[in-house]
Nanobody, 126 residues
Framework: QVQLVESGGGSVQAGGSLRLSCAAS??????MAWFRQAPGKEREGVAA???????NYEDSAQGRFTISCDNAKNTLYLQMNSLKPEDTAMYYC???WGRGYLPVRRRLSVDEYNYWGQGTQVTVSS
């Protein structure tokens, strides 16, 4: 059974940085991603990475956030720099197991991932 456990959230001022971690138990997934959900809004994809290390970013995250994976530790990371108040949300780690190839255009889609962590809160104050 796969389990994803996020950590690293917190409260920072605008312009600050945070690094989120997601420890995965079980086998390694070929596709993993970070999503976020602000109150009253739909969950949205932030960054994704595949088994070759190829990455995809949502437009507002491009250039500020970096997704990475330590395969030896089976841990996913999201380094977030230059944080803005609009980045405030619950951040979720997600993985895809047993569903085959995932096209690039679908890698930030909620529906393509079948395992989710419990979330970690990120709050950015102005």
């Amino acid at each position: 059974q796969v389990q994803l456990v996020e950590s690293g959230g917190g409260s920072v001022q605008a312009g600050g940085s945070l690094r989120l971690s997601c420890a995965a138990s079980g086998s390694r997934s070929d596709y993993m991603a970070w999503f976020r959900q602000a109150p009253g809004k739909e969950r949205e994809g932030v960054a994704a990475i595949d088994f070759l290390g190829s990455t995809n970013y949502e437009d507002s995250a491009q250039g500020r956030f970096t997704i990475s994976c330590d395969n030896a530790k089976n841990t996913l990371y999201l380094q977030m720099n230059s944080l803005k108040p609009e980045d405030t949300a619950m951040y979720y780690c997600a993985g895809r197991w047993g569903r085959g190839y995932l096209p690039v255009r679908r890698r930030l889609s909620v529906d393509e991932y079948n395992y989710w962590g419990q979330g970690t809160q990120v709050t950015v104050s102005s």
